[in-house]
């Protein structure tokens, strides 16, 4: 059976998850017609089905296993869209069914992607005071690890045609006309990688690993602001990275390398997940309360 391939730069959509005075966060996804698509592509139109149950609720995706001569089926289930409930729910548990089978699983390795307020066009109050923004983002480019994780990404503004988020990339922006522009396909990134040693225990010298670039700076401070973490606290759980890995410590962020970057990224949301369960709980005793 074929294994999938990674997600395009042009089958990823954006989709804003959060918004605070100091900028919005956005989350990646797919929609279920990339799912349908790449299916038709890698096992062919006529080798797969979908099926529901529990008034679309859980969806089975089932792939024809020509050498076993058998179907081979993978189940999850779904959560209601704001919109069109009905509808909604049975296209997250197709999407969800359809991770179960690898289709865009890498999207779980996004790093948190916060984006300023200067940076997008509307971002404003409504009449309610609810904070809002109606700029449209996409992903113009993405590269993957061998492992099939995101280790460089590119996120543009279509409102203002301009780059507002970088990862593992340090060459210059590229340009796109304003709203009219189409997302672009997916072309490479240069990213630093971590070294090999690091992976497997081996202490490894500071000076032979890749630092982390400008725009990884400024993702951990933007975060860590959105998180409410002060930066000494940041160069703390960094630092205890850097004793496991038998390097030096140091109180200063450019000092800080791509494996520290990506640990912080692990710590952050860790972090975001309590700080939403916390809040769900504290929403739910004011509820019984009420």
Not at 253 to 264: G, I, S
Request: aromatic share 6%; proline share 4%.
């Amino acid at each position: 059976m074929n294994k999938f391939r990674l997600l395009r730069a042009d089958e990823i959509d954006c989709r804003i998850a959060q918004i605070r005075e100091n900028g919005l966060s956005l989350l990646l996804y797919k929609d279920a017609r990339v799912d349908q698509n790449i299916l038709d592509e890698i096992v062919g139109e006529m080798n797969w089905q979908k099926s529901y149950s529990r008034e679309n609720a859980n969806c089975t995706v089932s792939i024809w296993d020509e050498a076993k001569k058998m179907w081979i089926s993978k189940e999850d289930t779904g959560t209601e869209s704001n919109t069109e409930k009905e509808k909604g729910l049975a296209s997250d548990s197709f999407k969800r069914a359809c991770f179960c089978w690898g289709i865009g699983r890498e999207l779980y390795s996004a790093p948190p992607i916060w984006i300023k307020p200067e940076d997008c066009r509307a971002f404003y109050k409504n009449q309610s005071g609810k904070l809002t923004c109606n700029d449209h983002f996409y992903v113009s480019q993405i590269e993957y690890s061998d492992a099939r994780n995101i280790i460089a990404l590119e996120i543009m503004n279509r409102s203002t045609g301009k780059v507002v988020y970088r990862l593992g990339s340090q060459r210059p922006a590229v340009a796109s006309a304003p709203v009219s522009a189409a997302p672009a396909t997916n072309q490479a990134l240069t990213a630093p990688a971590a070294p090999s040693a690091a992976s497997v225990g081996v202490p490894v010298n500071p000076a032979e690993e890749l630092l982390v670039n400008s725009q990884m700076i400024q993702t951990i401070r933007s975060v860590a602001a959105e998180l409410n973490i002060k930066e000494p606290k940041v160069m703390m759980v960094a630092n205890a990275n850097r004793r496991k890995r038998n390097a030096r410590t140091t109180s200063q962020l450019e000092d800080l390398t791509v494996d520290d970057f990506k640990y912080l990224m692990d710590a952050f949301k860790q972090q975001r997940v309590a700080l939403q369960r916390r809040a769900q709980m504290e929403a739910q005793r004011e509820a019984e309360t009420a």
